[in-house]
Every structure is written in structure tokens, then in C-alpha cells.
Nanobody, 122 residues
Framework: QVQLVESGGGLVQAGGSLRLSCAASGRTFSNYVMGWFRQAPGKEREFVAGMLWTSTSTLYADSVKGRFIISRDNAKNTMYLQMNSLKPEDTAVYFC???????????????WGQGTQVTVSS
């Protein structure tokens, strides 16, 4: 079991930037994966970006490629999502997740944070 806590959400104007953080604690494994999902009102939860914790392997949704960057700080057990060139359609609750396989299906992630709201105004 991995406990996850997101932070860094807020209100930002279109074209601006925001960095989300996800602190992990509890039971972890060297090969576990961490990723970001988002869910807008009335929509299903969708994959944003993910990475293997101990490697450079990453995966991005097409909608955020070139704008978002996923990274980590191993010493702090913290994952980050740097969001640049934000658009109103990026508005959603962003969730940090951990699982066993790197992929876009939320069903492959077993642990979830509480979520942090990101609102992008036009």
C-alpha cells in the first residue's frame, strides 16, 4: 500500500504554468510506477502522464505532449508534474496514482491520492 498526497493545484490564467507535487509514503517497491490522471466534471478519469520510479521510462497523453513534463526526486519520494502553456481544457481535478504497470488504464493503478484542483481561466 502506497499513500499519496498531491499538492500544488490552484488557479492560473491560460498560457501560464503550474507545478504539481505528489509525495509517496508507506509500502513501496523498486519497480512500482507513478502517474497523473485528471477528471473534469461530467467526464471520466483520464491518463495524463506516468513514469517508472527507478528508470527514465515515461508516458504522456497526446493532449499534453510538449506542454507537461513528469519528473521525480528520489530522495524526497516525490513526483512532479510541470504544466506549461495551460489551456482552459486542462481544468480538472488532478490525481496522483501508483501501480504495478505503466499504462493509461486507471484500473492498473492501485493507490490514489485525494486530488488537487487545477483551474485554468481564459
Amino acid at each position: 500500500q502506497v499513500q499519496l498526497v498531491e499538492s500544488g493545484g490552484g488557479l492560473v490564467q491560460a498560457g501560464g504554468s503550474l507545478r504539481l507535487s505528489c509525495a509517496a509514503s508507506g509500502r513501496t517497491f523498486s519497480n512500482y510506477v507513478m502517474g497523473w490522471f485528471r477528471q473534469a466534471p461530467g467526464k471520466e478519469r483520464e491518463f495524463v502522464a506516468g513514469m517508472l520510479w527507478t528508470s527514465t521510462s515515461t508516458l504522456y497523453a497526446d493532449s499534453v505532449k510538449g506542454r507537461f513534463i513528469i519528473s521525480r526526486d528520489n530522495a524526497k519520494n516525490t513526483m512532479y508534474l510541470q504544466m506549461n502553456s495551460l489551456k482552459p481544457e486542462d481544468t480538472a481535478v488532478y490525481f496522483c496514482a501508483a501501480g504495478w504497470r505503466l499504462g493509461v488504464d486507471p484500473g492498473t493503478y492501485a493507490s490514489w491520492g485525494q486530488g488537487t484542483q487545477v483551474t485554468v481561466s481564459s
